[in-house]
């Protein structure tokens, strides 16, 4: 039995409360703005009224809400750069009112969600990040990315990453400009050594390993240059902490006494840093003399040595993931590098002719055939790809659930393999030696190593070397 009972209002319009049961229902221009309230049969809700009470006020805060004081206009031209927005003074709270145009962006950001299959109970903070922005800015210009990044790591219930996403698909993001993590790390390196004479000195190195020197020069990979300012780090700290405070005051003698307790890699990898350090220094003529260029390390170089068979057999056989087991597979069938595999994009698998052309920067492309056991493998992941994220437009060949539905298509991390092979139990760069020490071992021809593995011929000669030994020139031989 259905019972009305006419409630009290103090917005605009008398509501209308019916209760069916244990379930009170609300009616009104406004009742958007009021939450269905639980109460037992025959049973009074003071409680309920307080709560009411309460969805009201919240209901009339939205409704006198007014538009933003903010909003770009994408006909005002800009000045001067202007600079980044200090979202932390805002009272995210209570946000100002959407236009027609940012609630209609508002709307179809939550259906385009639901049509790439996400659950949106998880990415409320998403929504609510677009809301805020949209709220404060507008959706007539195109809005910052330094913006939605600012205000997503205000607080731990924003996140700006799909939004950034879904607006750059709808030519509404100013992108800012690309920043490696490594180079950005290195430059952070730099900025935290106290002296500036060194601090400016390891920013020019990094300057000319990118090619952005006086003198024209090739780019080192960011990830090179890292390696590089990580290694002097801890040199030029302890050099500062013995009173130097220029680069121009080392000396050789410094140098030798820095390199005299260490061996192996750590040596070599110190003694190529420093090198390239003074060398690049006095190109800038930031030094008066390479207190390094006279300096010589001897050190002794691994040889490749293959791996015990116990270690391989039924190295798949521990795999499930279609896509753990061709990114081992390739690894230790045709002995590619960690960072090729996550290079691979779609457009270089040749399914037809069996070919996959691995990309080399500064060197021809390598071209490797599959065998039916890989193609087999490859058509596993390529089902499995399709199933997970059919509309993915990641143009790179392996992915994860994340860079499958990023719309701005990254590569998967090198952490992502070298979890895998962690996982396997043995490093990528062993599994790697071994199948080419293996095929050294049966072929002993340098130039077949070259066209399968795409080896220089200094590399495949010391394979070859390495697998035989009798084939080693004696110290009186011509």
């Known amino acids: 039995m259905c019972r009305i009972v006419a409630a009290e209002t103090e917005i605009d319009t008398a509501q209308i409360a019916m209760k069916n049961g244990d379930q009170l229902w609300f009616a009104g221009p406004h009742a958007a703005g009021l939450a269905v309230g639980r109460l037992l049969p025959g049973t009074a809700a003071p409680q309920g009224r307080f709560a009411l009470k309460r969805r009201r006020a919240r209901a009339r805060a939205k409704f006198e809400r007014r538009l933003s004081e903010h909003l770009l206009d994408p006909a005002q031209l800009e000045l001067f750069p202007s600079p980044p927005r200090d979202w932390t003074r805002l009272d995210t709270s209570s946000p100002p009112a959407l236009t027609a145009a940012a609630d209609s962006l508002v709307t179809d950001f939550t259906a385009y969600m639901r049509g790439r299959g996400w659950n949106t109970d998880f990415f409320n903070g998403s929504i609510r990040t677009l809301r ?26 924003l996140q700006g990453a799909r939004v950034i996403n879904y607006l750059r698909l709808r030519c509404l993001l100013a992108a800012q400009p690309p920043t490696d993590p490594c180079i950005a790390r290195a430059r952070h390196h730099a900025t935290t050594i106290a002296r500036p004479a060194f601090s400016t000195a390891v920013h020019t190195f990094i300057d000319v390993l990118l090619g952005e020197g006086s003198t024209s020069s090739r780019a080192r990979s960011p990830k090179t240059v890292e390696n590089y300012v990580s290694a002097l780090l801890g040199t030029l700290e302890a050099w500062i902490a013995d009173g130097l405070t220029d680069p121009r005051e080392i000396t050789k003698k410094h140098i030798e006494d820095v390199l005299d307790p260490l061996r192996g890699d750590q040596a070599r990898r110190l003694h190529t840093a420093l090198r390239s350090f003074f060398r690049a220094l006095k190109r800038e003529r930031l030094v008066f003399r390479d207190p390094a260029r006279s300096i010589s390390l001897t050190s002794s170089r691994p040889v490749p040595t293959a791996l015990p068979s116990d270690r391989i057999a039924g190295l798949l056989d521990h795999l499930d993931d279609p896509r753990d087991r061709l990114m081992v597979a390739l690894v230790a069938i045709y002995a590619l590098l960690p960072g090729q595999l996550t290079r ?16 080399r920067p500064g060197r021809m492309d390598h071209v490797i055939y599959l065998d039916a056991f890989t193609l087999r493998l490859v058509t596993a992941w390529e089902l499995q790809r399709h199933r997970r994220w059919p509309d993915s ?24 393999v070298q979890l895998l092979f962690r996982r396997v139990g043995l490093p990528a760069g062993r ?11 049966h072929s002993a021809d340098p130039v077949r190593l070259m ?24 110290p009186i031989a011509p």
């Open 132 to 157: 805020i922005v949209t709220g404060h800015l507008g959706s007539e210009a195109p809005i910052q990315e330094s913006d939605i990044r600012a205000l997503a790591s205000m607080r731990a219930d």
């Open 344 to 359: 691979l994009r779609r457009t270089d698998l040749d399914r037809s002719k069996g070919q996959l052309r691995l990309r």
């Open 393 to 416: 437009s990641n143009p790179y060949f392996f992915v994860t659930r994340n860079t499958a539905v990023d719309d701005s298509g990254p590569p998967i991390s090198a952490g992502v």
């Open 431 to 441: 599994l790697r030696v071994d199948r080419i020490v293996d095929e050294a071992r």
């Open 451 to 474: 066209e399968l593995f795409g080896l220089s011929n200094l590399s495949a000669t010391n394979y070859v070397l390495s697998a035989h030994q009798d084939k080693k020139n004696g």
